[in-house]
């Protein structure tokens, strides 16, 4: 017989069935057992009776615990209108046990499965991260992060995007994060650094000629964590377009996220549709915030402000600590390197480079970002002039030497944006955590406590790879 999922077994009365999955509660009434079978679809009940039970199934009863994982053949039957359970997929039936197998036992776990409050605590849950994802929230969570990754997909494919995986060993990229570096084993005393951003590919991509790209782009930053930014990594919507203006890009991804959110999360209501547009610097003066959140009712837990957050200025005003310079009270990018400064206030890069708007565009929702982007610099005699006035030495130049190379071979007019995966379903599922919404995510301070990572490395990798650590 066929393994069927618990959910099929509503259409099957009568019919004998056999279902597989793990013990969610067992209860005892006298001589009847009762066990709720848990699949990834849903929960059965399973009634187990010494008369109808073969001698076997009989005799391993009495050891079976929650989380056993069990094989049960058996016969479905309807429930009497008193027993119907409307909290569960299955309520108007249950299975009627004929013959029981334990697949595997298992141990009393560390927490509760099936109580739906978080009474573990973060390092408890991550260190069993696979029993944490058996909660039926977290696995709901993590199929809605599928079923959107899906979405975007099918609809960027539909708008003819492709999607191109682009390099994990890399170089440093200037997305003003710290980098986490890999060292080489070939090249001595070099290193790699995990992308923070696809950024540089996906522009040469458009010097390539691929005009619509999308990835779903793991993103490496040396972060500290908080609530809405993980450390480690994390995933965005990464999207490159070529012939495009900004009103294009802008366009484009109002139409996805709203046909996003009527398909999947029907239930939520987009507060004003076309999204508002504002100013960075009336939403600073206004709201003190460049990611506003325009929600008319903040309690309401479906409701959806997207705003967008235009007209930048393209530099601010970098501290001390920036990573490109050495000094502070320098003009540093606002959003990168390679956003393009409005045409009207080109002439401004010479005079007022303070007042010089850009075509950032920064994607807010309910008052977390969910997106940055821009308009990228297509003529490298801007860049130039960008480089030069964020201090750039000539060494650091060189560091783009492939970058100004391309440049000379035809450049389209491009741009794009960067919506984060985790984040947008964080507020979407009405999480308060990133961690809710990514299967093995790090701890606040940057651990996997179930892999225990990071950890120590053997003399001879290290000899390997031509590192020593120093003693402290
Ligand atoms: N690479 C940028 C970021 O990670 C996004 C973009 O400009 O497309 O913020």
């Known amino acids: 017989m066929n393994r069927i999922k618990t959910i099929e077994t509503v259409s099957q009365v009568g019919e004998n069935v056999l279902v597989k999955g793990w013990v969610n509660v067992r209860r005892n009434m006298g001589k009847i057992t009762f066990l709720d079978l848990r699949d990834r679809f849903g929960i059965l009940q399973v009634v187990a009776v010494p008369a109808e039970l073969d001698q076997a199934s009989q005799e391993i009863l009495t050891?079976?615990?929650?989380?056993?994982?069990?094989?049960?053949?058996?016969?479905?039957?309807?429930r009497g209108v008193k027993q119907i359970n409307n909290d569960i997929k299955t309520g108007t039936v249950e299975l009627l046990a004929h013959k029981i197998s334990i697949l595997s036992t298992a141990e009393t776990p560390p927490f509760e499965i099936d109580n739906e409050e978080r009474q573990a605590n973060e390092e408890l849950r991550l260190k069993y991260r696979y029993l944490d994802l058996r909660h039926e929230r977290m696995k709901n969570n993590i199929i809605a992060r599928d079923r959107m990754i899906m979405f975007l997909r099918e609809w960027l494919h539909k708008n003819d995007f492709i999607e191109i995986q682009t390099p994990i060993l890399s170089k440093s990229t200037p997305e003003g994060a710290r980098d986490y570096l890999v060292p080489s084993r070939l090249h001595p005393g070099k290193f790699f650094a995990l992308p923070q951003a696809p950024q540089q590919y996906k522009q040469l991509l458009m010097v390539a000629g691929m005009e619509k790209y999308f990835q779903i782009a793991p993103c490496f930053r040396d972060e500290d964590a908080r609530a809405d930014r993980s450390p480690g990594e994390f995933y965005q919507l990464d999207m490159e377009m070529s012939f495009v203006s900004q009103e294009d890009i802008l366009s484009l991804v109002e139409k996805m996220f709203t046909e996003m959110v009527e398909t999947l999360f029907p239930d939520k209501k987009i507060t004003q549709k076309p999204w508002p547009r504002i100013n960075h610097d009336e939403a600073v003066k206004k709201y003190g915030s460049d990611k506003p959140d325009l929600r008319k009712d903040k309690n309401d837990p479906n409701e959806l402000a997207f705003t967008w957050v235009l007209n930048f200025p393209l530099f601010a005003k970098q501290t001390v600590e920036d990573r490109f310079h050495g000094a502070g009270d320098v003009w540093g990018p606002s959003h990168n390197m390679f956003t393009a400064p409005q045409e009207k206030d080109i002439p401004l890069l010479d005079s007022d480079p303070g007042k010089v708007q850009s075509y950032q565009h920064d994607l807010a929702l309910n008052g977390f970002e969910v997106g940055g982007g821009a308009v990228r610099i297509h003529d490298m005699k801007i860049q130039e002039k960008v480089w030069d006035l964020i201090g750039f030495s000539d060494e650091q130049k060189k560091q783009f030497k492939h970058y100004s190379e391309a440049f000379k071979y035809g450049v389209p007019p491009h741009g794009g944006i960067a919506p984060g995966i985790d984040r947008l379903l964080m507020v979407l599922?009405?999480?308060?955590?990133?961690?809710?919404?990514?299967?093995?995510?790090?701890?606040?301070?940057?651990?996997?406590?179930?892999?225990?990572?990071?950890?120590?490395?053997?003399?001879?990798?290290?000899?390997?790879?031509?590192?020593?650590?120093?003693?402290?």
């Open 63 to 78: 050891d079976i615990r929650p989380e056993f994982v069990l094989s049960i053949e058996g016969t479905v039957q309807a």
């Open 429 to 472: 599922l009405g999480e308060k955590n990133l961690k809710e919404v990514t299967a093995f995510p790090l701890t606040s301070d940057g651990r996997d406590p179930m892999m225990e990572s990071p950890s120590s490395v053997s003399q001879e990798q290290l000899d390997e790879l031509h590192l020593s650590i120093k003693k402290k």
